[in-house]
């Protein structure tokens, strides 16, 4: 079995910024790409970004270009998620998630979709005051 354990969030002012942690354990080597998404009282789960674990290709969801960066460290097992500028409207439990898809499928104009991944963190909550 793969485990995903996020990490990092907390409660920064509006403008500041966090970096979350997905540290991965199990069979990882059968994921292709790794990602983030994310879910607000009362809101549907959204797409923030994802990250191909070979070549490095990203997405971006609209509202987090230019603020949110991912990466990743294959030898950790880790993705991590910078978050930048951060506004009250970032406020969310945001979940790591891992995908057995085949990369080419992740292109850059691919909006990963929740049925896309097929384990799961347990998410870890991030609020931005204002």
């Known amino acids: 079995q793969v485990q995903l354990v996020e990490s990092g969030g907390g409660l920064v002012q509006a403008g500041g910024s966090l970096r979350l942690s997905c540290a991965a354990s199990?069979?990882?080597?059968?994921?292709?790409?790794m990602g983030w998404f994310r879910q607000a009282p009362g809101k549907e789960r959204e797409f923030v970004v994802h990250?191909?674990?070979?070549?490095?290709?990203?997405n971006y969801a609209d509202s987090v270009k230019g603020r949110f960066t991912i990466s990743r460290d294959n030898a950790k097992n880790t993705v991590y998620l910078q978050m930048n500028s951060l506004k009250p409207e970032d406020t969310a439990v945001y979940y790591c998630?891992?995908?057995?898809?085949?990369?080419?499928?992740?292109?850059?104009?691919?909006?990963?979709?929740?049925?896309?991944?097929?384990?799961w963190g347990q998410g870890t909550q991030v609020t931005v005051s204002s």
């Open positions: 998630a891992a995908s057995k898809i085949p990369p080419a499928y992740f292109g850059p104009r691919y909006y990963p979709a929740e049925t896309d991944f097929s384990s």
């Open positions: 199990g069979l990882t080597s059968r994921f292709n790409a």
């Open positions: 990250i191909t674990l070979s070549g490095g290709s990203t």
